[in-house]
């Protein structure tokens, strides 16, 4: 035996002992489930009797859709990653964006939800396979009046070549600069083509895919698949579409469709699922059954067993690979602890469905025998007219007595009263048992004015809603976290996408593996008036601590409040509101205080400037003094003793009268231009020093007044402090 026969005999002992193998009791179940929301008559009436059916199961699901689809299909964000350290905040929001954004908008999330949540809430478990698939996209371009090398050009590319029509030029060939000549030495004429070429692109794209119940087998204690050993998926696939994914199959494969399930006969009312391909004589459109198996075996020999991915037709295992998880995510509405197999809500209603369905039978016969009773008749009564039952009908009798004699109504009991009020009891019974009620499906006209006890009943539908979420809530995440897996391993190229109004270039190849995830949907599943008032609350609250100034409430809370509100009311938040972590920083304004803080340093250094100026003009007053008083002392000293030289020569001119050289007339004109020399030296010499002086006093006192009088800051062009300047 090799190693694939052994991995055979594994997947068909898991096969046997799998949740789901058997055709009994879980089949049935679900069959039941399916007909009951159709409304099918599974229990017909005797012929005669009322045959309507409760749609219980069908109002109850439906009522309960809408929270679930507006719980995980309504907001862009599902899942958060939980960053791994304080340097991978901005990497973990990133992630979550981006992952969030490929799910809610390149996958047809809404109908994934509604048909993985139905499943879930009629049939008890509901699977979900991700993958990642590639898929072509192919074009057609067309060129006219292309030349060879031209086309060979075109060639080079992933392209092929599906139309060609030759163009004739009328003008002769030329290679290498010379004319192209024939074996008859003619000229050969330049033929160009248009062309028409397909240019096939493959691309990597997620996709979900929702398993029908009945199609799946699972060994597992676990009802999220977490620890699962084994889980199969079986479908009918013809044998060109298994090769087209890569599978070489022969034509002669055994593995053919062989019958159909009772869920499948439950669902195929109207034959949708009719396979048309079984009797065609091409074999490549023959069909067969194809299992798609995850099963835990060592494969390798290590003595560790890994998760193993097959594909297998018959008895042959046709593909084999190693895989890291099963790409499978089960959402089940009631779990039975300890076991894979849940409870759906269909199983809750089910024998409550079948009551008022006899209820409301039971009724309708009494008000159709109250409305046409029976009567006891005798021989003289034409039956016939008392069968044609008709408005204004006449019935004939024969006998010469009374028509009371031939004709007695027969008294039935009118129990339409009665009905209703089983049917409410009922009712009162689904509503323990799922939640769902009057008030969580719309407003009663009985209990309009009893408020109080409206949002009571309101907010405890929702709460039972809120944790059929909540379970749903682990399938989800499981389902995110495959996602995000298969991006980050399928080597998905990078791409620049417009996120929270930025855009960003994303590469899922530098994500980490082993993030902690959470669902971040909001959990509320009751009445959006109740939850908007609550919001409000909330938002007065924002206002009063904005007011108060209490540091609790930031622009980012009151933005997220923002969105809230607006998707409380039904609209787009992004519509009316900014987010304030893209709005860039405003300009910094002047910094007053650093700028009279700069103005007062400028003053303590004019301050300082100012009495080194004053010290040194008092030294330089000093100076001055002292040289004047040094240059008052020349002066006194060069007067005396120029007076002293007069003196002499007054004295020598006297005696030179007196020995009669000089007369007295001369001599007296000579002392009086010697006086008038001395006088005009002395206040030239005087005269300079007294200016420098003036000067030096009329400086002191304008730097005096400047120093203790306003000042005014001098700025340069880009308003940078370069000085202060007195205001005169």
Not at 208 to 218: A, L, M
Not at 467 to 491: C, N, P, T, Y
Not at 512 to 527: E, H, I, L, W, Y
Not at 704 to 715: C, D, E, L, Q, T
Request: aromatic residues 6%; negative net charge.
């Amino acid at each position: 035996m090799n190693d694939f026969d052994k991995l055979l005999s594994v997947i068909e002992a898991h096969e046997a002992t799998a949740i789901g193998q058997d055709r009994g009791r879980l089949s049935r179940e679900r069959t039941r489930s399916i007909d009951m929301y159709n409304g099918r008559n599974i229990e017909p009436a005797p012929e005669g009797r009322s045959q309507v059916v409760d749609w219980s199961v069908f109002e109850t699901i439906q009522w309960i859709m809408p929270s679930l689809i507006r719980i995980f299909a309504s907001k862009d964000e599902i899942v958060e990653f939980d960053p791994i350290g304080p340097d991978d905040e901005e990497a973990a929001k990133q992630e979550s964006s981006v992952l969030n954004h490929q799910i809610m908008s390149k996958v047809d999330w809404f109908m994934t939800c509604y048909t993985w949540f139905q499943d879930a809430l009629l049939t008890k478990n509901a699977y979900i396979y991700a993958e990642m698939a590639e898929v072509f996209h192919t074009e057609s371009e067309y060129y006219e009046n292309q030349t060879e090398e031209q086309i060979a050009l075109l060639l080079q590319e992933d392209v092929q070549v599906t139309e060609q029509e030759p163009v004739p030029t009328g003008e002769a060939k030329v290679m290498n600069g010379q004319p192209v000549i024939d074996q008859f030495g003619q000229p050969v004429e330049q033929i160009n083509y248009n062309v028409t070429i397909r240019r096939t692109r493959p691309q990597k794209k997620l996709q979900f895919t929702v398993f029908p119940p009945e199609r799946c087998k699972v060994s597992s204690d676990d009802f999220a698949l977490n620890e699962a050993d084994y889980f199969e998926y079986s479908c009918e696939k013809s044998l060109s579409d298994l090769r087209k994914e890569g599978i070489n199959v022969p034509d002669d494969i055994s593995g053919d469709y062989d019958y159909q399930t009772e869920e499948e006969a439950a669902r195929n009312e109207r034959y949708e699922d009719y396979r048309h391909s079984r009797d065609l004589p091409s074999p490549e459109l023959r069909e067969v059954t194809v299992r798609y198996v995850w099963v835990r075996y060592d494969f390798d020999g290590d003595g560790i067993a890994e998760m193993q991915h097959c594909i297998v037709i018959g008895k042959q295992i046709l593909f084999r690979e190693d895989c890291s998880t099963i790409p499978v995510a089960c959402i089940v509405p009631f779990i039975m602890t300890h076991r894979h197999e849940g409870i759906s809500v269909a199983d809750c209603l089910a024998d409550i469905t079948r009551i008022k369905t006899k209820l409301l039978r039971g009724g309708l016969d009494s008000l159709e025998q109250s409305v046409n009773p029976r009567h006891a008749i005798n021989e003289n009564v034409h039956v016939d007219d008392l069968l044609r039952n008709v408005p204004g009908g006449v019935v004939r009798t024969q006998g010469k007595g009374p028509v009371a004699n031939d004709v007695m109504p027969l008294q039935t009991e009118f129990v339409f009263p009665q009905a209703q009020q089983g049917i409410e009891h009922m009712d009162r019974m689904i509503e323990s048992r799922v939640g769902v009620n009057r008030m969580f499906q719309g407003i009663d006209a009985s209990a309009s004015n009893d408020h109080d006890r409206v949002g009571q009943l309101s907010t405890m539908a929702s709460q039972r809603v809120e944790m059929i979420a909540r379970m749903f809530g682990h399938g989800v995440q499981r389902l995110f976290k495959i996602a995000h897996e298969l991006l980050i391993k399928s080597g998905h190229e990078k791409e620049t996408l417009k996120l929270n109004g930025q855009w960003i270039t994303v590469n899922p190849s530098e994500w980490k593996t082993g993030r902690d995830m959470r669902v971040v949907a909001p959990f509320s599943a009751g009445n959006k008036d109740a939850l908007l008032n609550r919001l409000m609350m909330i938002a007065n609250f924002h206002e009063k601590a904005l007011q108060g100034g209490l540091p609790i409430v930031t622009a980012q809370d009151s933005y997220e409040l923002s969105l809230e509100i607006a998707d409380a009311a039904g609209v787009s938040g992004d519509k009316f509101f900014t987010d304030p972590s893209t709005i860039p920083p405003p300009e910094p304004g002047p910094d007053y205080t650093a700028i009279a803080l700069e103005v007062e340093d400028k003053k303590v250094n004019q301050r300082e400037v100012d009495s080194q100026r004053d010290a040194e003009m008092a030294k330089y007053k000093a100076d001055l003094d002292a040289e004047m008083e040094q240059f008052k002392a020349r002066l006194s000293s060069e007067t005396q003793l120029a007076i002293a030289e007069l003196k002499e020569n007054k004295t020598t001119s006297r005696e030179r009268m007196k020995l009669g050289l000089e007369d007295e007339r001369v001599t007296s004109e000579a002392l009086d231009n010697v006086k008038s020399e001395v006088s005009e030296e002395i206040s030239r010499q005087i005269q300079g020093p007294l200016m420098e002086l003036s000067n030096a006093v009329m400086q002191i006192g304008e730097m005096v007044h400047r120093s203790n009088g306003p000042k005014r800051v001098i700025r340069d062009q880009n308003g940078e402090m370069i000085g202060v300047e007195s205001v005169s």
